[in-house]
């Protein structure tokens, strides 16, 4: 079965503390995104990756890193975690005809 | 920059009650059109999308959209909303591979 999957789906943590966010997909895509959605502001890009190696930043980069060393996989690092980065993420993978395939989210609270 | 608009926050109806869902987006090229829904506690599903072609584009569930190009506008159709659809519905549009634009959303509540 095609799927995205992200990994933990909720965290609580406190300010500083760095954490991932994993992201996998199954289907070979090359490209795959990361979206935080927040209430009244849809969802917005922060990072995505045309392939292995290859990141760029998205609309609201600022406090994340991303990695892709292998094409299934793209982890959002938060370094230092602040409480505006509590929010609801999304990582996606982008199919052949431009569609988004999104994973199930994962609830960010940071104290 | 580009942008989408969703004018409808939060739309309340009956069960049976015809839906649209309005979207308007600014942008002067060549874009991709999207319909998601996002159900309570789930993650964003495709709905619809337009790519090219006839304007009037079918997706799951009984919807509808209609790209009218002249007004930058791809709004969302179902002649008769069903409890179950209650959701929050985004449009989104794609200028290219990665950048894709997403509205604020619309919430729906259909009242049984």
């Known amino acids: 079965e095609a799927q995205v999957t992200q990994n933990p789906r909720y965290l609580i943590t406190v300010t500083g503390k760095k954490l991932t966010v994993t992201c996998s997909q199954n289907?070979?895509?090359?490209?795959m995104s990361w979206y935080r959605q927040d209430p009244g502001l849809g969802l917005r890009q922060i990072y995505y990756s045309m392939n292995v190696e290859v990141t760029d930043k998205g609309d609201v980069p600022e406090g994340y890193k991303v990695s892709r060393k292998e094409k299934r996989n793209f982890p959002l690092i938060l370094e230092s975690p602040s409480p505006n980065q509590t929010s609801l993420y999304f990582c996606?993978?982008?199919?052949?005809?431009?569609?988004?395939?999104f994973g199930p989210g994962t609830r960010l609270t940071v104290l | 920059a580009q942008s989408v608009s969703q004018h409808n926050h939060h739309v309340i109806l009956s069960e049976a009650a015809s839906l649209e869902l309005g979207c308007n987006y600014s942008y002067g090229g060549t874009v991709n059109l999207f319909w998601y829904v996002q159900y309570p506690g789930q993650h964003l599903q495709l709905l619809l999308k337009y790519f090219s072609g006839d304007p009037l584009v079918k997706g799951i569930k009984g919807f509808e959209a209609e790209f009218i190009k002249s007004k930058f506008s791809f709004n969302l159709r179902k002649p008769s909303v069903q409890w179950s659809d209650t959701a929050e519905y985004f449009c989104?549009?794609?200028?290219?591979?990665?950048?894709?634009?997403f509205g604020t959303g619309t919430r729906l509540t259909v009242i049984p």
């Open positions: 989104a549009v794609q200028t290219g591979a990665n950048n894709l634009f």
């Open positions: 996606a993978s982008i199919g052949l005809y431009n569609e988004q395939f």
């Open positions: 289907m070979n895509h090359e490209y």
